[in-house]
């Protein structure tokens, strides 16, 4: 009996083993094949498919710049709605109330990088302000919470239209962002046997790379920093961790004054990129509501996760579906709800 047990016991942890190694398999097959699509020179069979190797890689780069602003928007989500279980509607206010302050900032000083601050810390304060007037009170009261920020999202969004206006702005990014790069993949080779490289805008890898950035250090923070313990054992017990003598209240406003900030550097980082407009909040919120959903409440990775599917879903979509690219996402984020309920990277509760 004893051996049965023992065997019983093993049997499971080979099987597991097994599993993980054919989705190692499995990635490193996904991964050769992706790597020979972007330097390898297509057939005429495969343009013919996609249109062409330009227009592919093109809708991928799209995709993956997109994710790291959808990213940005999403991580501060997480950190409020996820982590902190506070319902936020107003969180697409704060992306458009922080480009419309970089906006003027930059314009006002010539000085992009001042607007991208002014963007963080103003968002920050009002962050700060919104957690200690608003979710302080509603502690624990999901429906109040909810009701209380779609209206204070209306409110700004009447407001923000009276101050600029329905017009379409665009934030003039420095001239060592501006231009374009031209990347070592060879789209097509000319008749003379030139080759034709991939040349994409400088700003919008810069915009990847600062999310990569922002995303490992937020990680690190949450998961490897003495306030990441505190914030996640909040999460858990908040009534432990306060008997332990720390201030929950100052640990969730910091969190909250994060998020937020992180909405309004998200606002100017894509009011640079794309434009700043009434109706870029709703679009916003929709789009951190999805990536939490696919990705999983609370988890940093898993906004990535999310925020890379949708991203990519979405420029993909636009290349190869224009009709019904816009509903791809949400076909996304039904069938990860029927398949998995708590996200890809989120905790079964």
Known sequence: MAGGAENKRVLPSGGGMSK???????????AAIFLWMVFAQWPDWLNAILVSKKAFLSAILNGLTLA????????????????????NLAHGSLYLLGAYIGYEVATRTGYWLLGVAAGFLVLAVVGLLMQILVFRRLEGDDLRQTLVTIGISVVAADLMLAT??????????????????????????????????LVYPLYRIVVLLSAVAIGVGLWFLINRTKIGAMIRAGVDDRDMLSASGVNVHAVFAVVFALGAGLAGLAGVVGGSALSVAPGEDVRYLLASLVVVIVGGMGSITGA??????????????????PTYGVVLTFVIMVVTLAVRPQGLMGRSS
């Open 20 to 30: 993980r190694m054919a989705w190692s398999l499995f990635a490193l097959v996904v």
């Open 68 to 87: 790291g602003l959808y990213f940005l928007v999403a991580s501060g989500f997480t950190l409020v709605f996820g982590l902190m279980r506070n319902v």
């Open 164 to 197: 600029w206006g329905g017009t379409t702005y665009q934030i003039i990014t420095p001239d060592w962002l501006s231009g374009a790069v031209k990347l070592p993949v060879v789209t097509a080779i000319r008749g003379n046997g030139a080759a034709v490289y």
């Open 304 to 321: 990535a996760l999310g925020a890379l599917i949708i991203g990519l879903a979405e420029q993909i979509g636009l290349v190869y579906f």
